[in-house]
Nanobody, 124 residues
Framework: VQLQASGGGLVQAGGSLRLSCADSRRTFSNNAVGWFRQAPGKEREFVASISWAGRSSTVYADNVQGRFTISRDNAKNTVYLQMNSLKPEDTATYYC?????????????????WGQGTQVTVSS
């Protein structure tokens, strides 16, 4: 599995960004995919997760629920994170990761493969 996260950038508060996570080797292997983020000086935290196969099942962190939407395109082997109503506290490096399991989960240890991050900066 080789994950590539992209789509980060600088945006004003209230704006939107869409992140993409592509598996260049086309081997998500029916496992769930998640997004995490890490701000300077803080621990990496869960953002959202989606099952890969079958009917989509999603889980969100409370602080992004209703603002962020995770989705997948199986044909393109890509998972997206649509981020709306961005806040300065959303500023972080965002990482995508492949789970050990088929169902979405919040724990860092649930995930076995990690991509390089993409920086999101929200100005006030």
């Amino acid at each position: 599995v080789q994950l590539q996260a992209s789509g980060g950038g600088l945006v004003q508060a209230g704006g939107s960004l869409r992140l993409s996570c592509a598996d260049s080797r086309r081997t998500f292997s029916n496992n769930a995919v998640g997004w995490f983020r890490q701000a300077p000086g803080k621990e990496r935290e869960f953002v959202a997760s989606i099952s890969w196969a079958g009917r989509s099942s999603t889980v969100y962190a409370d602080n992004v629920q209703g603002r962020f939407t995770i989705s997948r395109d199986n044909a393109k082997n890509t998972v997206y994170l649509q981020m709306n109503s961005l806040k300065p506290e959303d500023t972080a490096t965002y990482y995508c990761a492949v789970s050990r399991y088929s169902y979405p989960g919040r724990g860092l240890t649930d995930y076995k493969y990690w991509g390089q991050g993409t920086q999101v900066t929200v100005s006030s």
